[in-house]
């Protein structure tokens, strides 16, 4: 989520979906070939009008969370893609401690999505996880296929990300239960984008599941 494109609201709308009033059908993903994409979940939160978000954001985290404790069990590597806030000489560890601390309105977000040892992690400088990052070079590395992004803000950094993956030619998956944005409308148009433009599929993140499982190719650099 770019700092520069934050735009706060006063007042929180009732959640809007693409999955309203049609029949999900589940989505079952190898478990080889798949990455999770957290974006921006390690966030301060700190701009004017972020009440409404960090409103929707929290329970998404819980919703997340168990999302990616699914896919770690079957062995699909989670990777933060995150924000570097402009701080050119921070990294992520530091930014962990700020967006976790007891001054951070975005710390229950932050602690629920904490990273573990086991993770991956790519810092980006502006809206796309792929813009001037590493994140090609990672996921060529763990042979990914398909993607499955969630995070903050859908209608920013999400949708830029997924219309670099898109363009990439990884098949994307957008679990709509588990990505905000600044309103419920934005976020409803930002997964119609997704959905429409960029072929992926949105559903919930309880219809995403997991079948196989492959070891770690290599050792992730550790978060503490």
Not at 41 to 58: C, M, T
Not at 83 to 106: E, I, K, L, M
Not at 135 to 145: A, G, H, W
Not at 148 to 164: E, M, P, S
Request: hydrophobic residues 40%; proline residues 5%; aromatic residues 6%.
């Amino acid at each position: 989520m770019n700092r520069g494109s934050r735009i706060g609201s006063s007042s929180i709308s009732p959640l809007v979906t693409l999955t309203r009033g049609r029949a999900l059908r589940p989505a079952t993903l190898p478990a080889r070939g798949t990455a999770l994409l957290l974006i921006d979940v390690v966030n301060d939160l700190a701009f004017n009008g972020s009440e409404a978000l960090i409103a929707q954001a929290e329970p998404m985290a819980l919703r997340l969370a168990a999302l990616k404790r699914r896919a770690a069990h079957a062995g699909v590597p989670a990777i933060y893609v995150n924000d570097n806030f402009g701080q050119w000489r921070s990294d992520f560890r530091r930014t962990v401690a700020h967006c976790t601390a007891r001054s951070s309105p975005g710390r229950v977000v932050s602690l629920r999505l904490r990273p573990t040892t086991r993770d991956y992690f790519v810092l980006k400088p502006k809206h796309s996880g792929f813009y001037d990052t590493t994140l090609d070079t990672l996921l060529n590395d763990l042979r990914i296929e398909r993607l499955i992004l969630a995070g903050i803000a859908g209608n920013i950094c999400v949708l830029f990300t997924a219309n670099d993956a898109y363009m990439r030619g990884f098949r994307l998956y957008a679990p709509e239960d588990c990505i905000v944005s600044n309103t419920p409308e934005d976020n409803a148009h930002a997964l119609r984008q997704i959905a429409t433009v960029m072929k992926g599929k949105t559903l919930t993140s309880t219809h995403l599941k997991f079948r196989g499982g492959a070891a770690r190719r290599s050792r992730p650099a550790a978060v503490r």
